[in-house]
């Protein structure tokens, strides 16, 4: 069945809206080392800032070209203010940059009953079953407004590939 399924697709993964993937890293980093109030994130690694969704839109705006591209060859270091490799690998790259095979098979982390229901009929593998590790993590960013028209925007130009390769549509960008 393997072989069978490595002939057909090079692989599958599971790509998610980017909007709502970027949100769910940026609470990440904003976890990582952090000591977050709701007002502000104090000793936090880097240089986000993290208190003003607007402040926040221009620093993308001002540090990254359209797909993550960093802007006038300047290194994770210089954006971030720490040697911030995995910032970039993990939260930084389009899905498109590590997802893109014209081969892969792609589910939707909106729609995941799809995702459950083929790994049951190809693997057997009953996914509603598996059991969650780990510990949901607090969200130190309730003040920022992620539905603000502006980090929208931001987040379409910063993962414009991910828009047009992945079918999800646009709000602001054309």
């Keep these: 069945l393997y072989d069978h399924h490595q002939k ?3 692989g599958f993964t599971v790509v998610r809206h980017p909007v709502s993937r970027f949100i769910s890293a940026l609470k990440h980093l904003a976890n990582v080392n952090s000591e977050c109030t709701e007002d502000s994130c104090i000793n936090h690694p880097g240089n986000i800032p ?3 969704i607007n402040v926040m839109v221009e620093f993308f705006y001002e540090n990254f070209e359209r797909n993550c591209i960093p802007k006038n060859n300047k290194t994770n270091k210089e954006i971030f203010g ?3 490799t995995n910032y970039y690998d993990a939260f930084f790259k389009t899905q498109f940059h590590w997802a893109y095979h014209p081969k892969m098979k792609w589910f939707y982390y909106e729609n995941l009953n799809v995702y459950n229901d083929w ?3 190809n ?3 009953d996914t509603q079953k598996l059991e969650r590790i780990g510990e949901i993590k607090q969200n130190h960013l309730e003040h920022l407004d992620f539905t603000n028209p502006k980090f929208i925007q931001v987040v ?4 414009y590939d991910d828009y047009h390769v992945f079918n999800y549509p646009f709000q602001y960008l054309t």
């Design 8 to 10: 057909q697709y090079p």
């Design 50 to 52: 993290w208190n003003d």
């Design 119 to 121: 790994i049951h009929e």
């Design 82 to 84: 720490v040697d911030a």
């Design 123 to 125: 693997f057997g593998i």
């Design 156 to 159: 379409e130009h910063l993962f």
